[in-house]
């Protein structure tokens, strides 16, 4: 959908302002507001009683509060209405301005500031600051996760500053049409999780019932298991598994086993689905197609078949299957739901102070159900084909909420320095 816009514009003078329409003054953010940084409560100051104080993690709804019983200066005092700024927080959650709405007294955290002594249309202040932290975001390019700007940078931050009347009308429109959006991109966090969900139910029901939904079943007497197919047998790990004691390549590369069952090289390392760092000496081989654990992650579900040939610390559990007809796919995706039910934690060793660790005994001593050779592979396959139709789905969904939060920062950025007219849009809008 296109807006009406300005028909005079003049030059803005910021980068991320552009041209602005005749009459719109560039104004530094310190002359429209004031911004007062939070007190420095130091952690001995923490108590489990009096009034909650507001931390970064706390500025999206997060409700672990810690309190402090004592008073602090007035200009800390935070109530529902309030304009605060994370100055130092992650991009796209903690970072930018926040309407606070927590019922009764709070207590400000440094890191944030109070927006007091505002000097213009609170409302169109916050949509202002929201169009400013995209800019100091993209100023801040290539820095990973956490961004901070200080206060004389975002203080001399100049914005375009409209009549009164014109920042109510940007701001009821921004109200308004980023209302529409945030429904939209809340139907796709909702899909996105729905898809989650059905990947999880076809993996948990095909490693554990089988394909065929009219095989009679029978008790496996395992508690994280429960009925499986009558013709499955139940075998202990090592009995199914021994662990490889391959010596690594020269110059091999090394292979990473991560917390979403992915066991390839490091380079291909993401963000998420991480692992424990360990010691990298004594390294061992590893080849394509054998089942890995990683001995103090494996609890977290690092569990999974190496597509990579390489060299991986011992901390890993290589595992060669004791047939060759034995699917080490499908075993990889029992192990990981057997992890993700939280009963590869139950047969960790307790240890004070470390890490879980299952080691190759721990794991050797584990029942485990052994369908037929054949009925594995299919399992494996049938998996593989249905997760793939969900992940796609997945993808197109998260790409879709990707562009319509494209399109919400490009709104924002448009109504607040002038390249959208919205006047008319919010008089036709109030009469439709």
């Given amino acids: 959908m296109s807006f009406p816009a300005y028909e005079l514009c003049e030059a803005g003078g910021e980068d991320w302002v552009g041209q602005t329409p005749a009459g719109w003054a560039m104004t530094p953010l310190k002359y429209i507001a004031d911004f007062v940084n939070g007190a420095a409560f130091k952690p001995d100051e923490w108590d489990e009683v009096g009034t909650p104080i507001i931390r970064i993690q706390n500025l999206n709804g997060g409700n672990d509060f810690n309190f402090y019983a004592g008073e602090v200066d007035p200009r800390h005092h ?29 207590y400000l955290n440094q890191h944030i500031f109070k927006v007091e002594s505002i000097r213009c249309d609170k409302q169109w202040l916050y949509w202002c ?42 701001a009821a429109f921004l109200d308004r049409e980023t209302a529409k959006i945030d429904a939209l991109v809340e139907a796709q966090r909702r899909l996105i999780e729905l898809l989650k969900e059905k990947r999880q139910a076809v993996i948990s029901h095909a490693v554990t019932k089988g394909l065929d939904p009219s095989a009679p079943m029978k008790d496996s007497s395992v508690e994280w298991l429960g009925q499986v197919p009558a013709h499955w047998d139940l075998e202990r790990a090592k009995f199914i598994f021994s662990r490889s004691d391959l010596p690594p390549p020269e110059d091999a590369e ?38 890995v654990l990683h001995s103090m992650d494996a609890f977290a579900g690092a569990i999974g078949v190496s597509d990579s040939a390489g060299k ?42 470390r890490a879980p660790r299952i080691r190759f005994p721990d794991f050797g001593d584990l029942l ?51 390249k959208i007219d919205v006047r008319g849009l919010v008089q036709m809008t109030e009469a439709a």
């Fill in 78 to 106: 935070v109530v529902a209405g309030d304009l605060l700024f994370g100055w130092s927080g992650n991009r796209g959650t903690s970072f930018g301005p926040f309407r606070w709405s927590g019922a009764g007294l709070h």
């Fill in 129 to 170: 600051l929201k169009g400013v932290t995209e800019y100091v975001e993209q100023e801040a390019h290539g820095i990973i996760g956490m961004v901070h700007v200080t206060k004389g940078r975002l203080t001399s931050i100049k914005v375009p500053l409209p009549s009164r009347h014109e920042q109510r009308a940007i």
């Fill in 254 to 291: 090394v292979v990473t086993c991560f917390r979403d069952g992915q066991v390839t090289l490091r380079r291909n390392r993401r963000e998420d689905g991480f692992t424990f760092a360990v010691l990298e000496v004594g390294y061992q081989g590893i080849q394509p197609g054998q089942l």
């Fill in 312 to 353: 991986c610390s011992p901390e890993y559990l290589v595992c060669d299957p004791l047939n060759e007809q034995t699917s080490a796919a499908y075993y990889g995706l029992l192990l990981r739901l057997m992890a993700l039910r939280g009963f590869i934690l139950a047969v960790c060793p307790s240890v004070r102070e």
């Fill in 368 to 418: 485990l159900p052994r369908p037929p050779e054949a009925e594995q592979s299919a399992i494996a396959a049938h998996i593989a084909r249905e997760t793939a139709k969900l992940d796609t789905l997945c993808e197109v969904a998260e790409a879709a909420s990707a562009v319509l939060q494209e399109r919400r920062a490009a709104l924002i950025s448009a109504a607040v320095t002038g």
